[in-house]
């Protein structure tokens, strides 16, 4: 399969632990975004780094959010202290480089779906 | 006000029906528009992608966006009970992050 992986599909963890995820994009994809998304909503922007620069970060990423991407290729992200309002499903994705098209398309992985009790 | 509007539905249609999806935004810099179809549990599969204003198609799609209203749709044609699932209408400014409608939910009864 060489679209975008995520790991673990689902992850259920009690108030206060700390949570890690992984997404491993397509191979010759340089940029990797993170969003979140609840139910019944369209996902929402977190983050986006080009290759293992992160040039962008949404006012949603409170300091309990960190994403790392160390080596230009699979990143994680992780969530300390979980609280319940953080249950939702967290979706990567990934493009190329836009270049002088100045947009491609970002292709999603399956989502990690986060339940915080 | 959000800055991407869209219909959260639920939409029942017969089989065969065409369907029509609507999204409504506020940014006039907003130049790129997607579909998405989202079925359940799963992440979100890139369906139609458009470029500033017209109509694209293809197969029993059609994407269509009007900048000067601000206002984007998607058309099914001959909608089978397989196109069942949650349509999240998507765009952005340049070439970072998205913004997305809520979805609309859709079934399409046999």
């Known amino acids: 399969d060489t679209g975008v992986s995520q790991d673990p599909r689902h992850k259920i963890t009690k108030r206060g632990q700390n949570v890690t995820f992984r997404c491993d994009p397509i191979s010759e994809h340089n940029r990797l975004y993170w969003y979140r998304q609840t139910l019944g909503q369209g996902p929402e922007f977190l983050t986006y780094?080009?290759?293992?620069?992160?040039?962008?970060k949404s006012r949603l990423l409170s300091d309990r959010f960190s994403a790392e991407r160390p080596k230009g290729s699979f990143s994680t992200l992780e969530i300390q202290r979980t609280e319940q309002g953080d249950s939702a499903m967290y979706l990567c994705?990934?493009?190329?480089?836009?270049?002088?098209?100045?947009?491609?398309?970002?292709?999603f992985g399956q989502g990690t779906r986060l339940t915080v009790v | 006000q959000k800055e991407v509007e869209q219909d959260p539905g639920p939409l029942s249609v017969p089989e065969g029906a065409i369907v029509s999806l609507n999204c409504t935004y506020s940014?006039?810099?907003?130049?790129?528009f997607m579909w998405y179809r989202q079925y359940s549990r799963k992440g979100p599969e890139l369906l139609m992608y458009?470029?500033?204003?017209g109509n694209k198609e293809d197969g029993r799609f059609t994407a269509q966006v009007d900048k000067s209203s601000k206002y984007i749709s998607l058309f099914i044609r001959d909608s089978q009970p397989s196109d069942s699932a949650t349509y999240l209408c998507?765009?952005?400014?340049?070439?970072?992050?998205?913004?997305f409608g809520t979805g609309t939910r859709l079934t399409v009864i046999p």
């Open positions: 998507a765009m952005k400014a340049g070439a970072n992050n998205l913004f």
């Open positions: 780094f080009q290759n293992e620069a992160q040039l962008e």
């Open positions: 458009t470029y500033s204003s």
């Open positions: 940014n006039s810099a907003f130049q790129y």
């Open positions: 994705a990934s493009s190329s480089d836009p270049g002088r098209r100045g947009n491609t398309e970002a292709f």
